[in-house]
């Protein structure tokens, strides 16, 4: 089994930088690619980016050229790198890791981020962006 935690949450100005942090542990030689998704208040859940151990990644269109994903291995952490924040990024931020491989092929087209949420094994306890204008 694996553990997610996030962390680096918090209020910020828009036009500011966060930088989130997700800490995997437990079997984590499984997870062989991890994204982040978020959920603004009345909305549905969203793929924001995703990483395979590879190291391909993979960024929503609201998103790209601001957010990096990027991973230590030695560590097992993923991290978020979000800049130029704009107050529509305010959401809950939750780390997923280990995407049923067969949907990733078949329904997904090989990109974690067209996946359901429900075709992810684990999943964080989120954690809070407030970006204000």
């Known amino acids: 089994r694996v553990q997610l935690v996030e962390s680096g949450g918090g209020p910020v100005q828009a036009g500011g930088s966060l930088r989130l942090s997700c800490a995997a542990s437990?079997?984590?030689?499984?997870?062989?690619?991890m994204a982040w998704f978020r959920q603004a208040p009345g909305k549905e859940r969203e793929g924001v980016a995703a990483?395979?151990?590879?190291?391909?990644?993979y960024y929503s269109d609201s998103v790209k050229g601001r957010f990096t994903i990027s991973q230590d291995n030695a560590s097992d952490t993923v991290f978020l790198q979000m800049d130029s924040l704009k107050p529509d990024d305010t959401a809950v931020y939750y780390c997923?890791?280990?995407?049923?491989?067969?949907?990733?092929?078949?329904?997904?087209?090989?990109?974690?981020?067209?996946?359901?949420?429900?075709?992810?094994?684990?999943w964080g306890q989120g954690t809070e962006v407030t970006v204000s204008s």
């Open positions: 997923a890791a280990d995407p049923n491989p067969r949907a990733l092929i078949t329904a997904a087209a090989g990109n974690p981020l067209n996946l359901a949420t429900s075709e992810y094994k684990y």
């Open positions: 437990g079997n984590t030689i499984a997870s062989a690619c």
């Open positions: 990483i395979f151990t590879s190291g391909a990644t």
